[in-house]
Every structure is written in C-alpha cells, then in structure tokens.
C-alpha cells in the first residue's frame, strides 16, 4: 500500500505544468492507485496553500486536484499532495509532497526522505 501511496504521486509531479486542468492531474493519480490494485482513499488529492488560499477544510476558492476540476495550472502556485490509498474497511496508507508550480513543471518543496517510518 505504501508503494502505490508514494508512486500515485510521483505520476503526479510528472503531470504537473501550467496550462493543464487539475483534474487531468488528479485523473492520473487516480489511475495509479487503481492500476496498483487500490482505492483512493479522498475525491480529491491536492489543495492550493498559500496567502492566497486562507485555510477553510476544503471549502470556498481553493484549488483542488479533484475528478472534473477544469481550473488550470500556473506557475507558482503551491500545493500539498497528500496521497492516500485503502483497502475499504481494513487499513490505508498514505504519502504527501508540497509543490510549487514552475514554468515548465513544479518543485518539490519538501526536503525529506521518501520512505516508509512505523512506528
């Protein structure tokens, strides 16, 4: 499961450049959680922060990489990725990037290891 949650997004941030809808990104997550054999666990994978976009759960004038959602890409808009994957009713996994939109794709902003910590 954490395999598929870390490679959904990875198909992700191969997708990201200005001009494409979000929802052609999040289309491509979607069919990587489902190619690896899981569910998605949120209708939505990705949400814009920034001063911009005040913190509202989700409600409002954020941009969210979501099925349908026509709203383009620009550079330097930011966004958290949090991917999730599930098994409905027994467990889930999940990975997040932050990213930063550039003139020809986007910049990860995180800086730490992409790898597996239980606890």
């Known amino acids: 499961m954490e395999d598929v949650s870390r490679k959904a997004p990875e198909k992700m941030l ?25 569910e ?18 989700g409600e409002g004038y954020i941009l969210s990489f979501q099925r349908g959602e026509s709203r383009t890409l620009r550079p330097n808009m930011t966004f958290h990725i949090p991917s999730v994957v599930e098994v409905s009713g027994l467990a889930h996994a999940g990975t997040s990037e932050t990213v930063r939109v ?3 794709g986007c910049e990860i902003l995180t800086n730490f290891e992409r790898k597996l910590f239980v606890r």
């Open 14 to 38: 191969e997708a990201i450049r200005p001009g494409c809808p979000l929802g052609e990104v999040w289309d491509v997550w979607s069919r990587a959680v489902t190619d690896g054999g899981y």
């Open 40 to 57: 998605g666990r949120f209708k939505r994978t990705g949400y814009s922060i920034g001063v911009n976009y005040a913190p509202d759960w």
């Open 102 to 104: 550039t003139e020809t």
